[in-house]
């Protein structure tokens, strides 16, 4: 564990969104881009592959770019907003459900996606990471970032629904999710100290809200009794995580906002 980290609670995030949270404290001036981008891989079981982009030089060469903004995508299939292309960054993006992009002066300059490799250091599974850089395509342009809060409203709705159903959920976000329900597409990081509170706590309940959703998704229907009450609990899921996932993006995407002025 870094110094940065050591001693604070630590939350699982898409590995994109801690590469923008990073990166935004490096662009606000707390950290220089070598702490940053040693942060940005997280805690535990990842670190660079050597190959694709190289994150000290990524992060200072944003400083370069006019009005650098970042923008954070979780895409899956059917849902591909944000995501600018070539088709070299969509079937990338789509594997890897996540992406960061990268505008300047409001026209998309490039998408970072991370690509992962399983290897084995001092007989412990980690994974290394590849950040790949695709240009985007000349001219391409980004909708304006999500910022009414309308997104927070609606996973507290949706949780609360969900709370007062008739259908059972293993979902208890207000605790850290259990390590095996992470995917290694996440990992888990310290948040930046400097972050308002309130912000924060929704990131994590909407971070939490993803990975448990998901879980419960990929478990199938062990919890349900007939084919009526499956449908419904999937339906019921499926709410809940996109109600999360929008919630994500877009709190960490007024954090970083804040963060770059």
């Known amino acids: 564990m870094t110094e940065a980290a050591a001693g ?6 898409p590995r994109a969104a801690v590469l923008m949270l990073w990166t935004a ?3 606000r001036g707390d950290l220089g881009p070598d702490d940053a981008a040693q942060m940005s891989y997280g805690v535990g ?22 009005l650098a903004q970042l923008r954070l995508v979780l895409p899956v299939p059917g849902r591909l907003a944000g995501l600018v292309g070539p088709p070299a960054a969509i079937g990338p993006a789509l594997e890897a459900e996540q992406a960061l992009v990268v505008t300047a002066a409001g026209i998309a300059d490039h998408t970072l996606i991370p690509l992962l490799t399983d290897i084995e250091v001092e ?5 290394a990471v590849t950040w790949l850089k695709v240009p985007a395509p000349l001219g391409a342009q980004v909708p304006p970032a999500a910022s009414s809060g309308s997104a927070r409203e609606g996973l507290l709705l949706a949780l609360r629904r969900a709370a007062g159903g008739s259908i059972e959920l293993d979902l208890v976000p207000d605790e850290p ?5 992470i995917p290694p597409s996440w990992i888990s990081t310290a948040l930046p100290l400097h972050l308002d ?7 994590v309940l909407a971070a939490r809200t993803l990975l448990l959703t998901r879980s419960e998704i990929d478990d199938g229907h062990g919890h349900t009794v007939g084919l009526a009450e ?16 929008d919630a994500l993006v877009e709190t960490i995407e007024r954090i970083v906002a804040a963060e770059t002025g």
């Open 123 to 127: 007989g412990r599974p980690v994974s």
């Open 8 to 13: 604070r609670e630590l939350v699982a995030l």
């Open 177 to 181: 999710v259990e390590p095996a329900r």
């Open 197 to 203: 509170p309130s912000a924060a706590h929704l990131l």
């Open 45 to 66: 079981r990842s670190g660079p592959s050597g190959q694709g982009e190289d994150l000290f030089e990524w992060m200072s060469g944003l400083r370069r770019l006019p």
């Open 25 to 27: 404290t490096y662009l």
């Open 230 to 245: 499956a449908l419904a609990r999937r339906g019921l899921l499926d709410e809940l995580q996109e109600a999360a996932r």
